[in-house]
């Protein structure tokens, strides 16, 4: 069974890079495609960005310019940095995984089927 | 753009939830839709607009296709009190969009 956790630091500075990492357990991360996702307290799921088996990256549009997702398949893990943040990018920070290649259902390939628990991320100096 | 309604539905425990997801655009049967309770990460409950996850009972059914979707659960049971995501994946490769949400609460 797939499992995912997320690691890193709960306080960044305001303009400084937050940088979380993701495990995958059980997983083939090579076949997969690996996503980040944000809630903001009390708010609704926002989409960061995700990163294809291949390595090929696709990011929010919003948040495009502050974000690089990258896979390191020798560890099984994938990370997200995001530049320059502020308050407003306070928030539980999950990674996911959508099956991709491992999935014969084209309309499952692309569906968030394992979470991670979520890390709580603050900005505050 | 996903545009979920209504944004609460205050139900008792044994009827039926009907929550609507409206995307912008067609998006053929690229829906997904999660459940999420306090402190929890989100649980996929439906792919492709019906289809329903591993694991998930039977009382929950999705359908729509092209702009409009329903996620249907046909008698609520007390665990189904959570907030629910429609979310679309469409095109390639896609951005994703998610709904802002329907919260299920007790009446």
């Known amino acids: 069974q797939v499992q995912l956790q997320e690691s890193g630091p709960g306080l960044v500075k305001p303009s400084e890079t937050l940088s979380l990492t993701c495990t995958v357990s059980?997983?083939?991360?090579?076949?997969?495609?690996h996503t980040w996702m944000r809630q903001s307290p009390g708010k609704g799921l926002e989409w960061i960005g995700y990163?294809?088996?291949?390595?090929?990256?696709q990011y929010n549009p919003a948040l495009k310019s502050r974000v690089t997702i990258s896979v390191d398949t020798s560890t099984n893990q994938f990370s997200l940095k995001l530049t320059s943040v502020t308050a407003a990018d306070t928030a539980v920070y999950y990674c996911?995984?959508?099956?991709?290649?491992?999935?014969?259902?084209?309309?499952?390939?692309?569906?968030?089927?394992?979470w991670g628990p979520g890390t709580m991320v603050t900005v505050s100096s | 753009v996903l545009t979920q309604s209504p944004a609460t539905l205050s139900l008792l425990p044994g009827e039926r939830a009907t929550l609507s997801c409206r995307a912008s655009?067609?998006?053929?049967?690229?829906v997904a839709w999660y459940q999420q309770k306090p402190g929890q990460a989100p649980r996929l409950l439906i792919y492709?607009?019906?289809t329903r996850a591993t694991g998930v009972p039977a009382r929950f059914s999705g359908s729509g296709s092209g702009t409009e979707f329903t996620l249907t659960i046909s008698s609520l049971q007390s665990d189904d009190f959570a907030v629910y995501y429609c979310?679309?994946?469409?095109?390639?490769?896609?951005?994703?969009?998610f709904g802002l949400g329907t919260k299920v609460d007790i009446k």
């Open positions: 655009q067609i998006v053929n049967n690229n």
């Open positions: 492709g607009s019906s």
């Open positions: 059980n997983g083939s991360i090579s076949s997969e495609y």
């Open positions: 996911a995984r959508a099956p991709g290649l491992t999935t014969t259902v084209n309309t499952k390939r692309w569906a968030l089927d394992v």
């Open positions: 990163i294809l088996y291949s390595g090929s990256p």
């Open positions: 979310h679309q994946y469409h095109g390639w490769p896609p951005n994703y969009t």
